[in-house]
């Protein structure tokens, strides 16, 4: 059973940057696309960026230019950087496989809030 712990949130002023970190248990890892997911008060959890066990990169079209997804299987770990933060990227960000559905149970995710 993959465990999945998400670190890195915090409070960052528009245009400013946060690195995400998420660290999953197990040895299986780096055999799964992996993805970072958000979910904003009232919404829906969102695929935000994912990457293939090869580093292939995929990002939603709300992202691009801004977010980067990369990966260290050794590590076990995946991250997302996040520059140019606007207030309508505030959410609580998830990792989990990438695909539907999604194969690991939730953590509890990291906070974002984008607020000046």
């Known amino acids: 059973q993959v465990q999945l712990v998400e670190s890195g949130g915090g409070l960052v002023q528009p245009g400013g940057s946060l690195g995400l970190s998420c660290t999953a248990s197990?040895?299986?890892?780096?055999?799964?696309?992996m993805g970072w997911y958000r979910q904003a008060p009232g919404k829906q959890r969102e695929l935000v960026a994912g990457?293939?066990?090869?580093?292939?990169?995929t990002y939603a079209d709300a992202v691009k230019g801004r977010f980067t997804i990369t990966r260290d299987n050794a590590k076990n770990t995946m991250y997302l950087q996040m520059n140019s933060l606007k207030p309508e990227d505030t959410a609580v960000y998830y990792c989990?496989?990438?695909?539907?559905?999604?194969?690991?149970?939730w953590g509890q995710g990291t906070q974002v809030t984008v607020s000046s």
């Open positions: 989990n496989s990438w695909g539907q559905p999604p194969l690991f149970t």
């Open positions: 197990g040895s299986i890892f780096s055999l799964y696309r």
């Open positions: 990457i293939t066990s090869g580093g292939l990169t």
